[in-house]
Structures are given as C-alpha cells and as structure tokens.
C-alpha cells in the first residue's frame, strides 16, 4: 500500500510517499507552503489523492522525555482535520529527532542554504516514513 507520511510545520510541511511494496520513502517536492491548518489538510488530503495513499502517517513531535506539548496538539488537531477529509485512516508517530536526521543527510549529501531549506521538511518527511515503514515490517498486522 501506498503511504503518506507528513512532517507538519508552522511555516512549512514536508511530505514524502512509499511506494506499494513498502519499502521506498521517497520525499514530495515543493513543500507546502501554506500556514492556515485547513489549507495545509486540503493540500495533505490532495496529495494522498494524486499518490493513491491508502493511509496516512503524521509526524507527532513529542518532547525528549515522551511527554507532549502544544505542538504535539496542534499534529494531533491537523491528523483529527486530515482523516475527516480525505476518508483515510491517519497515524500519528513519533518523529523525535528526525528533522536532525534529515540534515545530517543532507550535510553528508552538500545540500546547504536555499536548497536545504527547500527541502529540508520533506526529507524529514521521509525520515518519518522510514522509521514508521520499519516498525510497520516488524510488527505485522498492528495498528
């Protein structure tokens, strides 16, 4: 099954989407750019449409020691937004430490300045998708 994964910002948020065997997470460009939450949702809901995602995976931010915060509500406010939109089932998963990762990579791959921050969220996107496709073939049949 296709899967959308979605690293949701104040300013900017990244998507990334699988391919059907689950094993490619591949990062959406452009970003979206929008900040209003309902604008964001549409344009999550429009592309799970165009990548024929059967499910979506939210990136949740929560605080080093587990606890959630405001943002981790706000993640939770747009999931709630997304599933009653598009009909899909939405999945909220941790994304502690992914957006550092998804520098790192880019460092390791030269990517600094307009470039990176052109991408830099949907790369964190697929970080989040990664970790999340992982757990997903280690633990068949949970949700």
């Given at each position: 099954?296709k899967i959308?994964?979605?690293?949701?910002?104040?300013?900017?948020?990244?998507?990334?989407?699988?391919?059907?065997?689950?094993?490619?997470?591949?990062?959406?460009?452009?970003?979206?750019?929008?900040?209003?939450?309902?604008?964001?949702?549409?344009?999550?809901?429009?592309?799970?449409?165009?990548?024929?995602?059967?499910?979506?995976?939210?990136?949740?931010?929560?605080?080093?020691?587990?606890?959630?915060?405001?943002?981790?509500?706000?993640?939770?406010?747009?999931?709630?937004?997304?599933?009653?939109?598009?009909?899909?089932?939405?999945?909220?998963?941790?994304?502690?430490?992914?957006?550092?990762?998804?520098?790192?990579?880019?460092?390791?791959?030269?990517?600094?300045?307009?470039?990176?921050?052109?991408?830099?969220?949907?790369?964190?996107?697929?970080?989040?998708?990664?970790?999340?496709?992982?757990?997903?073939?280690?633990?068949?049949g949970e949700?």
């Amino acid at each position: 099954m296709k899967i959308l994964a979605v690293d949701y910002g104040d300013s900017r948020t990244g998507l990334a989407v699988c391919d059907p065997s689950e094993i490619l997470a591949t990062p959406i460009k452009p970003q979206i750019e929008e900040k209003a939450m309902a604008k964001v949702a549409a344009k999550i809901c429009e592309a799970a449409k165009e990548n024929r995602a059967g499910l979506i995976v939210i990136g949740l931010p929560r605080n080093m020691d587990g606890t959630e915060g405001a943002r981790a509500q706000k993640s939770r406010k747009l999931g709630d937004m997304v599933a009653e939109m598009s009909g899909l089932h939405v999945r909220m998963w941790d994304e502690r430490q992914t957006t550092i990762t998804a520098a790192g990579f880019l460092s390791e791959s030269g990517t600094f300045g307009k470039k990176r921050k052109a991408i830099l969220d949907s790369v964190s996107a697929s970080v989040i998708l990664e970790n999340y496709l992982a757990w997903r073939k280690n633990h068949p049949g949970e949700e």
